[in-house]
């Protein structure tokens, strides 16, 4: 079964500064990823997608993540953040016939 | 172009009740996927339809069920509610199955089982 890892729990960065989400997953022959913010009380909002095409996939708000097949990765990444992206992110993917999985979250909390 | 709608947004129950949530997809959407969210377990799937179908369903017991109509709409039962089964009850809907695009989340219920 597939599965995502987020390794970090919670990340904490001054406003301005860039970022880092770092994701990973369990290898498959072909996958989907995709990335999530949830802001307090609400659902889920997509940011971005891969799906096929070019490794570099931008999204909403200034976000950009790049998809590394040797590495398994899908980081997550924003030259320059504001305090409006404090939130939780979610890295999630999808093979084959699977439900969309999701990895545990992080935390972005931007300091003034 | 309307969002997923979920009704209600708010729930109290008392353990030993049954609830029932429902999921109106977006226009034209015919998946639907459910998701509990909690603290410590973070998204864990319960289960996906399409075409009024089961297609998938997660590791969680007998007490969560649920069903898609002949319009897409979806609901999800719990019987019997714990109290460990507060959470944050998110629905996706999906153009079709298996998932070749973005899911789409509504803003989720949230049950309080006291």
């Known amino acids: 079964a597939q599965s995502v890892t987020q390794l970090d729990s919670q990340v904490p960065v001054f406003e301005e500064a860039p970022v880092e989400l770092r994701c990973n997953y369990s290898?498959?022959?072909?996958?989907?990823l995709f990335w999530y913010v949830q802001y307090p009380n609400q659902g889920l909002q997509l940011l971005l997608k891969y799906l096929s095409g070019s490794t570099l996939v931008k999204g909403i708000n200034g976000f950009e993540a790049e998809f590394n097949k040797s590495q398994t990765s899908f980081h997550l990444r924003k030259p320059s953040v504001h305090i409006s992206d404090t939130a939780e992110y979610f890295c999630?993917?999808?093979?084959?016939?699977?439900?969309?999985?999701f990895g545990k979250g992080t935390r972005l909390s931007v300091i003034a | 172009k309307a969002g997923v709608t979920q009704t209600p947004r708010y729930l109290i129950k008392t353990r030993g009740q049954q609830v029932t949530l429902s999921c109106s997809p977006i226009s034209g959407h015919r998946s639907v996927s459910w998701y509990q969210q909690t603290p410590g377990q973070g998204l864990q799937f319960l289960f996906e339809?399409?075409?009024?179908?089961?297609?998938n369903k997660g590791n969680f017991p007998g007490r969560f069920s649920g069903r898609q109509f002949s319009n897409s709409r979806s609901e999800m039962n719990v019987s019997t509610l714990e109290l460990g089964d507060s959470a944050l009850y998110l629905c996706?809907?999906?153009?079709?199955?298996?998932?070749?695009?973005?899911?789409?989340f509504g803003q989720g219920t949230r049950l309080t089982v006291v």
């Open positions: 996706a809907s999906s153009l079709g199955w298996p998932l070749n695009t973005e899911a789409f």
């Open positions: 290898s498959s022959v072909s996958v989907y």
């Open positions: 339809y399409f075409s009024e179908t089961q297609r």
């Open positions: 999630a993917v999808i093979s084959g016939n699977t439900p969309l999985v």
